[in-house]
């Protein structure tokens, strides 16, 4: 039995913010000096970002001047802006109508019941409630009430390719089996306020979106004419003595996100040997594959892959466009590629990669006959 992707979906707010308004609105709620200042200004053009995406922001005329009141002005060097629960709140209101969006376009393009969907995957590090929006998804989209639910949290930026090797298990498992896959990231929500690098780097780099993918079996005889992606293997490899390269924890005033500047390094030293041995599982060899979906943690995680795998800048381009256009939207980015990449003429092997606190690289090798 062979996991095949026949819908994919996404969703963006209705307002984006350019990256020149985002510094411009939220400059005061970092730096207290010029000099501060004026890094957090590099490091907004060098993050890659044109625009993102925001739920924070209440209608268009608003995109020059400020995300929303919700972050308001900085009272005093004590002050880290909203609650962890205010955040909370937040993320219950909004998450829903993104995961809807991406989630009605992945069950149109597959060209499906919603009654037919038996299982259901739910993806997110950037929020928490219970009930959740996997209830919300099956009320509103009318799923059956006896849909079985199982959602991935926590995971950060390679959570959505966690959540398709629970589908890809699920199939295994059951080939009647109908699987959707949603992702919903609300990263603006966790802005951090104050003066710390890296945080500041995060603040630059990560925006809101949702991704969705409708999932089922096929016998290998049986795959469907022009079937976009067929899954053939997932693989994880944490890299040793890297627990402190990247991490993502609930603080008081939102989730923290904490990157250290050896990332890219680590990953331009590791990446390359664990490549080579999960494609000659398959057979394969880096030079073989046609496609390539590298999660844009940003532009020097970019550089670092295509350095350790010897790789054409023309590889990663897309994933360069998707951070221009859209900011890094954590787990439900790999979706938004995967969804690019099937426009191009690809027949082949491709390979996504995500990484993510562990440090862990997470990949996946699907064949592609776009």
């Not at 943690?297 to 381009?317: E, F, Q």
Request: charged share 20%; net charge negative; aromatic share 6%.
């Amino acid at each position: 039995m062979t996991m095949i992707i026949t819908g994919l979906g996404t969703a963006v707010p209705e307002v984006s913010i350019t990256q020149t308004a985002a510094y411009d609105a939220t400059q005061q709620l970092c730096c207290e000096t010029d000099e501060q200042r004026r890094v957090m200004e590099l490091l907004y053009q060098g993050a890659g970002v044109e625009a993102r995406g925001t739920v924070l922001l209440r209608e268009a005329a608003e995109m020059e001047v400020a995300t929303s009141l919700f972050f308001r002005p900085r009272s005093d060097s004590d002050d880290y802006g909203p609650t962890t629960r205010d955040r909370m709140e937040k993320f219950e209101k909004h998450a829903l109508t993104l995961a809807l969006q991406s989630s009605e376009r992945a069950i149109e393009q597959a060209d499906i019941d919603v009654l037919d969907i038996t299982h259901l995957v739910t993806v997110s590090c950037s929020g928490f409630q219970a009930p959740g929006f996997d209830i919300g998804l099956i009320q509103t989209l009318g799923l059956s009430p006896d849909t079985s639910r199982t959602h991935v949290g926590f995971m950060g930026c390679h959570g959505a390719f966690n959540a398709l090797r629970v589908a890809k298990a699920y199939v295994d498992a059951d080939p009647a089996a109908v699987v959707l896959v949603c992702s919903v990231e609300l990263c603006s929500l966790h802005h951090h306020y104050g003066w710390a690098t890296d945080k500041v780097i995060a603040n630059a780099l990560f925006a809101d979106g949702s991704g969705a993918a409708i999932c089922r079996g096929a016998a290998p005889d049986q795959i469907p004419m022009h079937t976009k992606y067929q899954m053939i293997r997932s693989g994880s490899h944490v890299l040793p003595q890297t627990l402190n390269a990247m991490s993502w924890q609930i603080g008081d005033h939102g989730f923290e996100m904490r990157l250290s500047q050896k990332v890219p390094a680590l990953i331009e030293q590791n990446l390359n040997a664990w490549m080579r041995t999960f494609l000659a599982k398959e057979g394969l060899t880096i030079e073989a594959i046609r496609g390539w979906a590298v999660h844009p943690g940003g532009p020097r995680i970019l550089d670092a892959c295509v350095t350790a795998l010897s790789l054409a800048n023309k590889a990663v381009a897309p994933s360069r466009e998707i951070l221009a256009r859209y900011g890094n939207m954590s787990s439900a980015t790999v979706l938004f590629l995967l969804n690019q990449l099937k426009q191009q003429p690809i027949h082949g092997p491709v390979v996504a990669l995500g990484f993510g606190p562990g440090l862990t690289i997470e990949g996946m090798l699907l064949h592609s006959d776009s």
